[in-house]
């Protein structure tokens, strides 16, 4: 058994590509006895690169390498009676269960989550796959680019109009997937015992960000107003500048919306006379008049570089970065001083270089220890096929959960959470945590309102802090205690919630927590186990660790918006921050690493969660083909991250701004593409005979195919090109989110009574259970808790409550 702080856990992976295999890293890098059960033909993405020198072998895929660390191989197959009864041997003795084949593909071997938990009624089950066990799409044939364009996210973030939405240059709904399948997966395996056992733990990759990213931010205005947008091309609509923007040696994410960012940019500027007009002292009044000073702006950064621009401007107070390339990144000296770059040996792909854990645990660190095992390495070992006898499998809390008449408490109830998080990536933590059962209590006052809170559209229209649509669904979960923070007694009594609680989550810059006096270690004199989370932009230390961002403008430090836009273009700007919900799922994860830590050590600790690091993860791919070949990856449209797939991309569909993605693996899937389209006689020729003939002429293919979609109904399409096998799903917006079939059979996004009494559309559990029913509460009005929390949690007198509400200690 490995050492860390989910030693004593033991999972299965029986998956391939990116997300299970990634969802399996995350609990291997941290302890996890992971054994990776492969089909006799190896996991698919041992066939994808990159390779060395771009010379194919099932040993030296960097994609397979980055994804497969500290793993056992066994090779399997439960089609044939030996290899099944070894599977169920196998399954019969674990904890966990990872997976991300096809629904079908279980019921076929007779495997599905029933038959498994009969034999073993503790094993959690983490299904992560396209679409989703369930609905009308469950049985889909689907990859990442499917998932992703059904999310919403490109069509309303990514892309210029008139032009294909585009995904990140990654597999960014896989990464997505495995995020949220290792926290919900983690904590029902922590949580079982409360919980009553195991249980299947269904994971739509396009239901996760549809919900999260998408609809966190967009769908309660349109379910209130009718009303929704698109994708620009320049950046974020709201406020300005907000935008990527050439300059003299690459790009820069040029962000000033605050008025002291905004005064901080001027200055660096030399003060010019056009920005001297009082009417671009507001952020949306410079949105609206962007296209005028968008072109004065850059008319200053092609003058100067981009690291010369990021330390002007982040020395003025204004956060911006630069966008750096994937080399930029990988060899900056901030990564390589915090040990995010180690080496690795391989017996076949001998030294490399490889990302380290996605956050430090300073009593428990994570990480790579050895290579991906080559495949069916330990099939002969018997080592395997054992465990030792009743092992310490750990659990986030022992306090005794709420008696329920089911016997089915929710994974993580009795842990308390004190959430001094703000704005969005915060939020999350606590919401995470929230639904999978833990009782949290957002920090916060009306002496500083948080800015989210004033974010439109409002409630009935009224605009009122209690009352941002936007913010209600990207805080549910998170009750509210209001501590005017800058008085002392309103920070003992945030000191006496701590005592009370058994994790803090934070996500200012670093220092500032002890600044307020509530630094970790004066934390650990009131709870000496508490588990503090902090996650600022870069990490607690390192040259970068006082870097301004905000997660629209974080991923451009990790090389992945390098990767984003049309090929052979520049960088195209996400007009919102896909990293936040990313990193505030991953920091769930992160905090229940840390929670099993406590119950095998009794030992809390200080968190350092770098949202650089844990974003610079879905670079993997793109790292990886830097590192075997120094080759620096630059935009990519809509192709397949790895050149494994052709066709791979967006099409025109009849109608205004309507797509279809459509990806292609194998040559089967490509005969079911031609019998779909008639057979015509260009889809015959050599040219796209197989797989290497199609990526050698993906142009002249993809050129064939934006001549045929036109003519369809993107959904007609879909359905279509699905009876033959083909993996291609319509590319939604805002607007078909809520009358989705699927999402509406998966019941994603639901109607709640807000406790000021008013009704709202948020997003719900975008996992889905099998045992425990998540609670779903839209975000709280500011101190909704204040009484709970304060007079009966914390014993403050009637009188004494009243007279720090009258002082605004409680405000």
């Given at each position: 058994?490995?050492?860390g702080a989910?030693?004593?856990i033991?999972v299965v992976?029986?998956?391939?590509?990116?997300?299970?295999?990634?969802c399996?890293?995350?609990?291997s890098d941290f302890?996890?006895?992971?054994?990776?059960?492969?089909l006799p033909?190896?996991?698919?993405?041992?066939?994808?690169?990159?390779?060395p020198?771009?010379?194919?072998?099932?040993e030296?895929?960097?994609l397979?390498?980055?994804l497969?660390?500290?793993k056992?191989?066994v090779?399997l197959?439960p089609?044939?009676?030996?290899g099944?009864?070894?599977?169920?041997?196998?399954?019969?003795d674990a904890d966990v269960?990872?997976e991300n084949?096809?629904?079908k593909?279980?019921?076929?071997?007779?495997?599905?989550?029933?038959?498994?938990s009969?034999?073993?009624?503790?094993?959690?089950?983490i299904?992560i796959?396209p679409?989703g066990q369930t609905?009308?799409y469950?049985?889909?044939?689907?990859?990442d680019?499917?998932?992703?364009?059904?999310?919403?996210?490109?069509s309303?973030?990514c892309g210029r109009p008139?032009?294909?939405p585009?995904?990140h240059g990654?597999?960014a709904a896989?990464?997505?997937?495995?995020?949220a399948?290792?926290?919900?997966g983690?904590a029902a395996?922590?949580?079982r015992e409360r919980a009553?056992?195991g249980?299947?733990?269904?994971?739509s990759?396009?239901?996760?960000?549809?919900?999260?990213?998408v609809?966190g931010?967009?769908?309660?205005?349109y379910a209130q107003d009718?009303k929704s947008d698109?994708?620009?091309?320049?950046?974020?609509?709201?406020g300005a500048?907000?935008?990527?923007?050439?300059?003299?040696d690459?790009?820069?994410?040029m962000?000033?919306l605050e008025?002291g960012?905004?005064?901080?940019l001027?200055?660096?500027?030399?003060?010019?006379?056009w920005a001297?007009l009082d009417?671009f002292d507001d952020?949306f009044?410079?949105?609206?008049n962007?296209d005028?000073i968008?072109?004065?702006i850059?008319?200053?950064t092609m003058?100067?570089g981009?690291a010369e621009?990021?330390e002007?401007?982040?020395?003025?107070?204004?956060?911006?970065?630069?966008?750096?390339t994937?080399?930029?990144a990988?060899?900056?000296p901030?990564?390589?001083?915090?040990?995010y770059?180690?080496?690795?040996?391989?017996s076949?792909l001998g030294s490399f270089?490889?990302l380290?854990?996605?956050?430090?645990l300073?009593?428990s660190?994570?990480g790579?220890r050895?290579?991906?095992p080559l495949q069916g390495?330990h099939?002969?070992d018997a080592?395997?096929?054992?465990r030792?006898?009743?092992p310490?499998v750990?659990?986030a809390?022992?306090k005794p959960p709420?008696v329920?008449?089911?016997?089915?408490a929710l994974?993580?109830e009795?842990?308390?959470?004190a959430n001094?998080g703000?704005v969005w990536a915060?939020?999350?933590?606590?919401?995470?945590?929230s639904?999978?059962?833990a009782e949290v209590y957002?920090?916060?006052?009306?002496a500083?309102?948080?800015m989210?809170?004033?974010?439109?559209p409002?409630?009935?229209?009224?605009r009122?802090?209690?009352?941002?649509?936007s913010?209600h669904?990207?805080?549910a979960?998170n009750?509210?205690?209001?501590?005017?923070?800058?008085?002392a007694e309103a920070?003992?009594?945030?000191?006496a919630?701590?005592?009370e609680s058994?994790?803090v989550i934070?996500?200012?810059?670093?220092?500032v927590m002890?600044?307020?006096?509530?630094?970790?270690e004066v934390?650990k004199?009131?709870?000496?186990d508490?588990?503090l989370f902090s996650m600022?932009?870069?990490g607690?230390f390192g040259?970068l660790k006082?870097?301004r961002?905000y997660g629209?403008s974080?991923?451009s430090t990790?090389?992945?918006d390098?990767?984003?836009g049309?090929?052979?273009g520049?960088p195209?700007?996400v007009e919102?921050?896909?990293?936040?919900?990313?990193?505030?799922i991953m920091?769930?994860y992160?905090?229940?690493?840390a929670l099993?830590?406590?119950?095998?050590?009794g030992e809390g600790?200080?968190?350092d969660?770098?949202?650089?690091?844990?974003?610079?993860?879905m670079?993997?791919p793109?790292?990886m083909d830097?590192?075997?070949?120094?080759r620096?990856?630059?935009p990519i449209g809509?192709r397949?991250?790895?050149a494994?797939?052709?066709?791979?991309g967006?099409?025109?569909?009849?109608?205004?701004?309507r797509?279809?993605?459509l990806?292609?693996?194998t040559d089967?899937?490509w005969?079911?593409?031609?019998?779909?389209?008639?057979n015509?006689d260009?889809?015959?020729?050599d040219?796209?005979?197989?797989?290497?003939?199609?990526?050698?002429?993906?142009?002249?293919?993809?050129?064939?195919?934006?001549a045929w979609t036109?003519?369809f109904?993107?959904?007609?399409?879909?359905?279509?090109?699905?009876?033959h096998?083909?993996a291609?799903?319509?590319v939604?917006?805002?607007?078909?989110?809520?009358?989705?079939?699927?999402?509406?059979?998966?019941?994603?996004?639901?109607?709640?009574?807000?406790?000021?009494?008013?009704r709202?559309t948020?997003y719900?559990a975008?996992?889905?259970?099998?045992?425990?029913?998540p609670?779903i509460?839209?975000?709280?009005a500011i101190g909704q808790d204040?009484?709970?929390v304060?007079?009966?949690l914390l014993g403050?007198?009637?009188e004494?409550?009243?007279?720090?509400?009258?002082?605004?200690v409680?405000?």
């Amino acid at each position: 058994m490995s050492e860390g702080a989910l030693a004593g856990i033991r999972v299965v992976e029986f998956g391939e590509k990116v997300s299970a295999p990634y969802c399996a890293k995350l609990f291997s890098d941290f302890g996890a006895d992971v054994i990776k059960v492969e089909l006799p033909g190896g996991d698919t993405a041992r066939s994808w690169g990159p390779f060395p020198q771009d010379r194919p072998h099932p040993e030296k895929s960097g994609l397979f390498h980055f994804l497969n660390t500290n793993k056992r191989s066994v090779t399997l197959d439960p089609a044939d009676a030996g290899g099944r009864k070894a599977l169920l041997a196998l399954l019969a003795d674990a904890d966990v269960l990872i997976e991300n084949f096809p629904p079908k593909q279980w019921r076929e071997w007779g495997l599905d989550y029933a038959a498994l938990s009969a034999r073993n009624s503790g094993l959690v089950m983490i299904s992560i796959t396209p679409f989703g066990q369930t609905g009308p799409y469950a049985d889909w044939n689907g990859y990442d680019l499917n998932a992703y364009h059904l999310t919403g996210s490109s069509s309303r973030y990514c892309g210029r109009p008139g032009e294909q939405p585009l995904e990140h240059g990654t597999f960014a709904a896989d990464f997505f997937g495995a995020a949220a399948g290792a926290a919900w997966g983690l904590a029902a395996t922590l949580g079982r015992e409360r919980a009553g056992g195991g249980q299947q733990l269904d994971v739509s990759c396009a239901e996760a960000i549809a919900a999260t990213f998408v609809g966190g931010q967009n769908i309660g205005g349109y379910a209130q107003d009718g009303k929704s947008d698109k994708r620009t091309g320049v950046g974020m609509p709201l406020g300005a500048p907000a935008t990527i923007m050439p300059c003299r040696d690459g790009h820069v994410w040029m962000l000033a919306l605050e008025t002291g960012q905004w005064k901080g940019l001027v200055e660096v500027m030399g003060n010019p006379e056009w920005a001297q007009l009082d009417m671009f002292d507001d952020m949306f009044m410079r949105a609206q008049n962007a296209d005028v000073i968008y072109p004065f702006i850059e008319e200053w950064t092609m003058k100067h570089g981009k690291a010369e621009i990021m330390e002007l401007c982040q020395a003025a107070g204004c956060p911006v970065t630069a966008v750096f390339t994937v080399k930029e990144a990988a060899e900056h000296p901030h990564l390589k001083e915090r040990g995010y770059i180690i080496d690795l040996e391989h017996s076949e792909l001998g030294s490399f270089r490889d990302l380290g854990a996605p956050f430090l645990l300073p009593a428990s660190p994570g990480g790579p220890r050895t290579a991906a095992p080559l495949q069916g390495e330990h099939t002969a070992d018997a080592a395997w096929r054992e465990r030792p006898v009743a092992p310490h499998v750990p659990a986030a809390t022992t306090k005794p959960p709420r008696v329920r008449p089911d016997g089915r408490a929710l994974p993580l109830e009795g842990v308390r959470v004190a959430n001094f998080g703000w704005v969005w990536a915060g939020p999350v933590v606590g919401q995470t945590l929230s639904y999978l059962g833990a009782e949290v209590y957002k920090v916060e006052s009306y002496a500083r309102v948080d800015m989210t809170r004033n974010l439109p559209p409002f409630a009935g229209g009224e605009r009122d802090p209690n009352r941002s649509l936007s913010n209600h669904a990207c805080w549910a979960g998170n009750g509210s205690v209001s501590l005017n923070l800058k008085k002392a007694e309103a920070k003992e009594l945030a000191l006496a919630l701590v005592a009370e609680s058994d994790v803090v989550i934070e996500n200012f810059g670093p220092g500032v927590m002890e600044q307020l006096g509530l630094g970790y270690e004066v934390l650990k004199a009131v709870k000496p186990d508490i588990v503090l989370f902090s996650m600022p932009a870069a990490g607690l230390f390192g040259p970068l660790k006082d870097i301004r961002t905000y997660g629209l403008s974080l991923t451009s430090t990790t090389g992945l918006d390098s990767l984003t836009g049309y090929l052979g273009g520049g960088p195209i700007p996400v007009e919102n921050a896909y990293s936040d919900p990313y990193n505030g799922i991953m920091g769930a994860y992160a905090v229940l690493v840390a929670l099993a830590h406590r119950d095998r050590s009794g030992e809390g600790q200080h968190v350092d969660y770098s949202q650089q690091e844990a974003v610079m993860q879905m670079v993997g791919p793109a790292y990886m083909d830097y590192v075997l070949n120094d080759r620096v990856a630059g935009p990519i449209g809509n192709r397949h991250p790895s050149a494994a797939m052709a066709p791979h991309g967006v099409f025109p569909c009849a109608g205004d701004d309507r797509w279809i993605s459509l990806a292609v693996a194998t040559d089967e899937e490509w005969r079911g593409l031609a019998a779909a389209m008639g057979n015509p006689d260009w889809a015959s020729a050599d040219a796209f005979a197989t797989t290497a003939a199609r990526l050698e002429n993906l142009e002249a293919l993809h050129a064939k195919l934006e001549a045929w979609t036109p003519g369809f109904d993107d959904r007609e399409l879909a359905a279509q090109l699905q009876q033959h096998g083909v993996a291609a799903a319509p590319v939604l917006n805002v607007a078909d989110l809520l009358s989705d079939p699927h999402y509406t059979a998966r019941n994603t996004f639901v109607e709640v009574e807000h406790p000021l009494g008013f009704r709202e559309t948020i997003y719900g559990a975008y996992v889905k259970t099998s045992r425990t029913e998540p609670r779903i509460n839209p975000g709280p009005a500011i101190g909704q808790d204040n009484e709970y929390v304060l007079k009966q949690l914390l014993g403050l007198s009637e009188e004494r409550y009243r007279e720090l509400v009258e002082q605004e200690v409680i405000y």
